[in-house]
């Protein structure tokens, strides 16, 4: 123990030391001893020790350690190799009614070097030196302060982060705070996740994003935006699919979760024109889970089509996780195209001289049948990609178990992304013309047409 105790210069340093030594027995064998050292000195200057020595001198109800920090719960840490790689930083108030106590967190913070996830609750200001953790690939921050929002450190860049989540945030507008905030995080960020936040708040981060989106260091590094909880309705949806997703070329995934989405008509025509786009959209999945329209909605689950209604909340079909993740028909399809790789579909444009199949409404691309192969390949591999199977909803291996064709029967019967196609080369015109074949058509009418090719060559 003596090897880690620094030599008090004042009295509030000489207290420091004594309550630090003083709380170390709690500290587990299976942690480094240096480690641990200085976990508790980030506890003493949080105010968790203080918190924790006045339930004891007090005889309150509360007085055990685990109350306060507990070693034993990996939501509060996590251990590996007697490394601490994730911490959760929140100070109890057990005195009071009040929320939980803010805090400043102490830039010993850097001292903890294999930390690779933290959260930070009802902190009051990030000092410099976290820039220091060059393994820190996840930060929370859920119920901070304004004042951290408005108080960043000079020249503070974290450049390892890839997720970042504000949750719970302060009753302000955010919008020019978080601007400005943002621009700590690199090219590095993959994904942006806001939760339970109030409806004024979710239009300034629609702001935010749609403003400033492609001016922010993570555009093209995004892969996935989550908003949970966070009181969007259909217009909302409407704005995230069809002018923030734009200004993200590699987003893939958005989570909308718990939100107040009833209907989908809104996105009805601009999804369709979004089916017929080679490059203008790259989502892969869509959670529209514990949203009103999932209980009036006809879902698809690759072999049944089920109408949700006030009577099907209960059953067991409405609360399957996997269910809940799903979307009407089409977008269910529009997904399944992009997970198929949208980037070897053509889009029929005037004077380009792609063939195109006109069906009355609009002209449909025809892709080049040389890639078909690699495309259908995709399509079944990738096909269980538009299911949610993150920890908290449903395992991998679950979601894998739902791969299907139906997306492949999609491409080429549906939408003329996959019609299986012959050239007929006249001698006499020399225009080519296109037949479309069905997935149905018999062998016999495949054995003419290949006949009559033959015929003409």
């Known amino acids: 123990m003596a090897e880690v105790l620094a030599v008090p210069e004042t009295a509030d340093d000489e207290q420091q030391l004594q309550i630090v030594a003083k709380c170390m027995s709690f500290v587990p064998k299976n942690i480094d001893i240096k480690e641990g050292y200085s976990l508790m000195t980030i506890l003493y200057k949080v105010g968790t020790l203080d918190a924790y020595l006045a339930a004891v001198e007090g005889r309150f109800w509360h007085g055990e350690f685990r109350h306060y920090f507990s070693f034993q719960d990996e939501r509060t840490i996590k251990i590996q190799e007697g490394r601490i790689e994730f911490l959760c930083l929140l100070v109890r108030s057990w005195s009071s009614r009040?929320?939980?106590?803010?805090?400043?967190?102490?830039?010993?913070?850097?001292?903890?070097?294999?930390?690779?996830?933290?959260?930070?609750?009802?902190?009051?200001?990030?000092?410099?030196?976290?820039?220091?953790?060059?393994?820190?690939?996840?930060?929370?921050?859920?119920?901070?302060?304004?004042?951290?929002?408005?108080?960043?450190?000079?020249?503070?860049?974290?450049?390892?982060?890839?997720?970042?989540?504000?949750?719970?945030?302060?009753?302000?507008?955010?919008?020019?705070?978080?601007?400005?905030?943002?621009?700590?995080?690199?090219?590095?960020?993959?994904?942006?996740?806001?939760?339970?936040?109030?409806?004024?708040?979710?239009?300034?981060?629609?702001?935010?994003?749609?403003?400033?989106?492609?001016?922010?260091?993570?555009?093209?590094?995004?892969?996935?935006?989550?908003?949970?909880?966070?009181?969007?309705?259909?217009?909302?949806?409407?704005?995230?699919?069809?002018?923030?997703?734009?200004?993200?070329?590699?987003?893939?995934?958005?989570?909308?979760?718990?939100?107040?989405?009833?209907?989908?008509?809104?996105?009805?025509?601009?999804?369709?024109?979004?089916?017929?786009?080679?490059?203008?959209?790259?989502?892969?999945?869509?959670?529209?889970?514990?949203?009103?329209?999932?209980?009036?909605?006809?879902?698809?689950?690759?072999?049944?089509?089920?109408?949700?209604?006030?009577?099907?909340?209960?059953?067991?079909?409405?609360?399957?996780?996997?269910?809940?993740?799903?979307?009407?028909?089409?977008?269910?399809?529009?997904?399944?195209?992009?997970?198929?790789?949208?980037?070897?579909?053509?889009?029929?444009?005037?004077?380009?001289g792609v063939i195109g199949v006109n069906d009355g409404n609009r002209t449909k691309p025809i892709t080049n049948r040389a890639l078909w192969p690699l495309i259908l390949k995709r399509a079944y591999k990738n096909s269980a990609g538009i299911y949610d199977h993150d920890d908290r909803r449903i395992s991998k291996e679950a979601a894998e178990s739902k791969m299907c064709s139906t997306g492949l029967f999609h491409l080429v019967r549906n939408y003329a992304y996959g019609p299986i196609f012959v050239e007929d080369h006249s001698r006499v015109t020399n225009v080519t013309t296109v037949t479309l074949l069905s997935p149905v058509t018999t062998i016999a009418t495949r054995v003419k047409l290949r006949r009559r090719r033959r015929h003409h060559r």
């Open 98 to 352: 009040s929320d939980d106590e803010t805090f400043n967190l102490p830039p010993i913070i850097d001292e903890l070097r294999n930390l690779t996830s933290i959260e930070l609750r009802n902190c009051n200001l990030i000092p410099l030196e976290i820039s220091n953790l060059l393994h820190l690939k996840t930060i929370n921050f859920r119920k901070c302060t304004q004042h951290m929002f408005e108080n960043i450190p000079d020249g503070l860049q974290l450049p390892s982060i890839t997720k970042l989540t504000i949750s719970n945030m302060p009753v302000f507008r955010p919008a020019s705070n978080l601007s400005s905030f943002i621009k700590i995080f690199s090219d590095n960020l993959e994904e942006l996740c806001f939760e339970n936040v109030t409806r004024e708040q979710s239009d300034e981060i629609l702001r935010l994003l749609q403003d400033n989106g492609d001016s922010t260091n993570f555009r093209h590094s995004l892969k996935v935006l989550v908003m949970q909880n966070c009181k969007l309705k259909e217009r909302d949806l409407e704005r995230l699919l069809y002018e923030i997703q734009p200004l993200f070329p590699n987003l893939h995934t958005m989570d909308v979760w718990n939100n107040g989405i009833r209907s989908l008509r809104g996105i009805e025509d601009r999804n369709k024109q979004m089916m017929t786009s080679s490059s203008s959209n790259n989502l892969r999945k869509l959670n529209l889970g514990e949203n009103p329209v999932l209980y009036h909605a006809t879902i698809h689950d690759d072999v049944n089509i089920h109408r949700y209604t006030g009577d099907d909340r209960n059953s067991n079909k409405a609360r399957d996780p996997m269910e809940k993740s799903y979307t009407i028909r089409e977008i269910e399809y529009a997904l399944r195209i992009n997970q198929a790789g949208r980037k070897f579909m053509l889009e029929t444009t005037g004077g380009t």
